[in-house]
Every structure is written in structure tokens, then in C-alpha cells.
């Protein structure tokens, strides 16, 4: 006796119907049930384990055969059904109780090979009809299974909508995780200290935090990873691009975030330039050396003070004067009254930049249709494509929504510029480290010589000529005004800076 479902053994009369067939039939026969064997699985399924069980037995000749309900309750894959007859043929007993066949005359066997067949392809055709439905569903921009973690079902043909209570708390479980300063195993305790749950209401597991952290539905996007596909939700997203990208950074170690037993500030942020190894931080008497550990730069070394003298020295150069400072102000000031007057004008910048996304991605749609890409290479163009409409309308949304004021990123990033100095000396740690990965992309050693490479906005703030009072020279072309005008077409672009660390 078998069931599709475990949904439909406890809901249908399907199996006691189907026992009392069976009891009628062996009645008839003169036949003797000496054993059971239900099950709740669809017979579509190869490597059923009562079906298992059940074969095991008879080819150890515990019986002399075996009552079945109807062919289709039996089998619905070939594979099965070959097993099947490789016991009649051995001489074991077959009956179903709902088919008058002679399985040992030829015609009788004929008449069940093409039921068994018929029920075979019903399966295929039913596999390939749900497919249908999945695949509709999720170009229409709905997600046809369960919910992650962070949103609710609503129903068939209806969009996911983020869970009041699980929502924040998976997005703040990016937000940290994105700040570089937590290893899964401790977040895991964390958003539990928190109070997130996972869908049957137990822990969230380090695999199941690794499968949300990697999940981009969080982001407005359904991607389907049997096929590789992926779709445009119509879902709202619970976190931008941006965060989802740089999480995945760490996760794949493209930023580093390791949990050691010494916190020591330096850690993976100092390269040789001989080997392209990072140092490692060793204590010594009292002190802490940095070290490239191979054979051929042994003398590549540098004590965490003298790095720590030259960090101060070269922070010291994003410090403004106060004249830098009313003029920063004072056209800033003038910035955000023109942006606001252009507001509407980038606006339809934005939407432009979306319908010509949108208009890729219909021909590059059309290529493949037309057999000029193979599907391989469609999925994977067709996957940036909708990440880069994604972030797009990431930035529409923060502009509608008066989140996305350029001359207010600008503020935050002359604000952090210019108190980096006091903020590395008054941090934690684990705080520098985080400043340090915002402010510079790298530190290179060689033998004893240490150099810092600013990232890019830094960069220009650190290389503005000054006299030698420190002071802006009156005789240089590049003005406080023409500096700030560089830094908004920067930061027009919405690159990611943390500016969360200049919160206590």
C-alpha cells in the first residue's frame, strides 16, 4: 500500500481503502497476509525504503509472494518496475487486487508493461507541468516555495513580506557580519542572545546562518540553484546590494576576518613586498613584532610601535585647518541647495539607467532565445545584470525616500577624514582594525621600509598641496572648492564607507 504524501496518510482514506482491497482480494484468492508494508512517499522516487524492504524480503524467500493495490501504487518509475519483474520472472508470486492480470502469461505481462509504462510518463508529464508553474511563478517575480528566514508566506501568487520580528534581526545579523568584526560561530550566539529562531523555532545553526548570510533574496532577488537561474523578485528587500556584496567578500575571504588568540592591531594588514605574504604578529619580551614567515625574507620584520609612530604620522595628514574647515562648510552648504534643486533631474538619471538595464537584459534574452549564447553563459550575464538593477534601484529608492543626499555623505566623510587621527588613538583594537580598512587598502614591508596606501578618497584629502605651515596654499589650482567638487562626483556613485565608526 502506498501514498503520494505524508499529508495525504494522515488526511485520506487512501490506504484504509486500499487494505480493505487487498484483505478482499486475498480472501478471493485463498491467500494468507502475513505482513504489512504502507507507505508515504511517491512511487516516482527511486530508492523508497519500505519498497526496499519489501524486496528484501521476498528475494530471501521469507514469502512466497506479494499483494499490491494497483500497479501505479507500486511503481511509477521504470527502475522500479524492472525490479518488479525480475522477481515474477524469478517465480515470486505478484497479485494486484485492483487489476485481473496473469502476470506469468505473455499477454497478461504485456497488458501490465504498458500501465506500468503509462503511470511512468503520467509522472514525467506531472514533473514537467509543476516545472512549468515553478518557473512561471518566478518570472511573474514570486517565490513558489517557503519563506527564508526574515519573511512570511502569504499564499500562493503573493509576494514574500518581511516578518516584523525576524526581519530586523537577519538584517542586523548582515549588518554585523558586514562590519568584519564577527566570526560566524560567536554571531550564531549572538542573534540567539538576540532572540532569532529558525523556521521550525529552535537555533539557528552555523550552516543555517552560512545559508542566509549567502542568500540573495535578502536583496530582491530569487535565485534557483539546481539551474543556476536567476529572478527579479517582486518581494521588498531586506537589505541593500552593497551590504549583501560586501558580506560575500568576507565570506569568501576577499576581506579578511579571523578570530586569533593574541587581537593584535596590525593582524593580515601588513604585506611583504618580496613574497606578497602577509606578516604574522609574534609577542616577544614584552613587545610585538611583526614577521614574514618565509625562508627568503627572514629579515623582513617591524616592531608594532614603529609602525604604530608612522600610522599616527600619516593620519596627522587628513587633519584640516580651520580655514579648511569654514570653507569645507560653507560649500557643502552650497552643494546640498543645489542638490536638492537637481534632485528630480537625478531622479530620472536613475530611471533612465534602470530601463536601459532592463532593455540588456531583454536582448541579451533574445540571444539566447535565438541560440547565439549558450545557457550557461546566459545565466551568468543575465545574474549581473539584475545585481547591477538591483543596486540601481537601491539608489532610486534612498533618493525618493531623501536617504541618498550626496552633500550629506560628503559631510560624514569630511567629518571622518578629518578626526581619523583622534579616533585611532582613543580606539579599541578591534575599532582600529575597522578604521584601518576604511581608510587605507594596504601596508606593504620591505626589509624595514613601511609604506600605507590610502583608499581612494582618503587619497585625495591626504595628497591636497599645503604649505608649509600646513595651511592651503594661495598659489595651488586645487582649492578646498575643486577638491569637495572632485569628492561629490565620487561620492555620487554611493561607494561604501563605514561611517558607523565614528558612533561610541
Given at each position: 500500500?502506498r ?26 484468492s ?14 516516482a522516487k ?40 525480475e ?28 500501465q ?76 540567539y ?33 539546481a539551474?543556476?537561474q ?8 531586506l ?9 560575500q567578500?568576507i ?75 569654514a ?6 552648504a ?106 587605507m ?24 598641496e599645503?604649505?608649509?605651515d ?35
Amino acid at each position: 500500500m502506498r501514498v503520494s504524501t505524508t499529508k495525504q496518510g494522515e488526511r485520506s482514506v487512501s490506504l484504509p481503502e486500499q487494505k480493505s482491497a487487498i484483505e478482499r482480494y486475498a480472501i478471493r484468492s485463498n491467500l494468507t497476509i502475513v505482513r504489512w508494508f504502507e507507505e508515504q512517499q511517491t512511487a516516482a522516487k527511486k530508492g523508497r525504503p519500505i519498497w526496499n524492504q519489501m524486496l528484501k524480503g521476498l528475494r530471501g524467500g521469507e514469502v512466497r509472494g506479494v499483494i499490491i493495490h494497483k500497479i501505479d501504487r507500486s511503481a511509477r518509475n521504470l527502475k522500479d518496475w524492472a525490479d518488479l519483474g525480475e522477481l515474477i520472472d524469478s517465480g515470486i508470486e505478484v497479485h494486484f487486487a485492483n487489476e485481473a492480470l496473469d502476470l506469468h502469461s505473455r499477454g497478461g505481462r504485456l497488458s501490465a508493461d504498458i500501465q506500468a509504462v503509462v503511470a511512468s510518463d503520467y509522472i514525467r508529464n506531472l514533473r514537467e507541468e509543476t516545472k512549468k508553474g515553478i518557473y512561471g511563478r518566478l518570472k511573474q517575480g514570486f517565490y513558489p516555495f517557503r519563506a527564508p528566514i526574515g519573511y512570511r508566506d502569504n499564499g500562493a501568487a503573493k509576494p514574500k513580506t518581511i516578518d516584523p520580528d525576524k526581519g530586523p534581526l537577519v538584517k542586523k545579523a548582515f549588518d554585523l557580519y558586514g562590519a568584519g568584526q564577527w566570526s560566524i560561530p560567536t554571531l550564531v550566539d549572538e542573534l540567539y542572545q538576540r532572540g532569532l529562531r529558525n523556521l521550525t523555532g529552535g537555533r539557528v545553526t552555523i550552516p543555517g546562518l552560512h545559508t542566509i548570510l549567502r542568500n540573495p533574496f535578502y536583496t530582491g532577488v530569487m535565485r534557483i540553484r539546481a539551474s543556476g537561474q536567476t529572478y527579479e523578485g517582486i518581494h521588498e528587500a531586506l537589505i541593500t546590494q552593497n551590504l549583501f556584496d560586501r558580506v560575500q567578500d568576507i565570506l569568501h575571504g576577499r576581506v579578511g576576518t579571523r578570530v586569533n588568540v593574541h587581537d593584535l592591531p596590525f593582524r593580515r594588514f601588513i604585506t611583504c613586498v618580496s613574497c606578497g605574504n602577509s606578516l604574522i604578529g609574534e609577542v616577544q619580551k614584552g613587545n610585538v613584532y611583526y614577521r614574514c614567515h618565509t625562508r627568503a625574507c627572514a629579515k623582513t620584520s617591524v616592531r608594532e610601535d614603529t609602525i604604530n609612530t608612522l600610522l599616527v604620522d600619516k593620519l596627522s595628514g587628513l587633519t584640516f585647518t580651520d580655514r579648511e574647515k569654514a570653507q569645507f562648510t560653507s560649500r557643502i552648504a552650497e552643494m546640498k541647495t543645489l542638490w536638492i534643486a537637481n534632485r528630480e533631474h537625478e531622479l530620472q538619471g536613475l530611471k533612465l539607467k534602470i530601463e536601459q538595464t532592463t532593455e540588456r537584459l531583454n536582448r541579451l534574452t533574445d540571444a539566447y532565445l535565438e541560440g547565439v549564447l549558450e545557457r550557461e553563459m546566459f545565466e551568468e550575464r543575465k545574474a549581473g545584470i539584475i545585481k547591477e538593477r538591483r543596486a540601481l534601484q537601491d539608489r532610486r529608492a534612498d533618493y525618493e525616500a531623501n536617504r541618498a543626499s550626496v552633500p550629506d555623505e560628503l559631510k560624514r566623510f569630511v567629518e571622518l577624514a578629518g578626526s581619523a587621527n583622534s579616533l585611532y588613538q582613543a580606539a579599541s583594537i578591534a575599532k582600529r582594525r575597522r578604521l584601518l580598512r576604511t581608510l587605507m587598502s594596504n601596508c606593504t614591508i620591505q626589509q624595514k621600509k613601511v609604506e600605507f596606501t590610502w583608499q581612494i578618497p582618503f587619497r585625495q584629502i591626504a595628497d591636497r598641496e599645503k604649505d608649509t605651515d600646513g595651511a592651503p596654499s594661495t598659489e595651488i589650482g586645487r582649492t578646498s572648492a575643486l577638491l569637495l567638487d572632485q569628492l561629490f562626483t565620487f561620492f555620487a556613485e554611493r561607494p561604501e564607507i563605514d561611517f558607523s565608526i565614528m558612533d561610541a
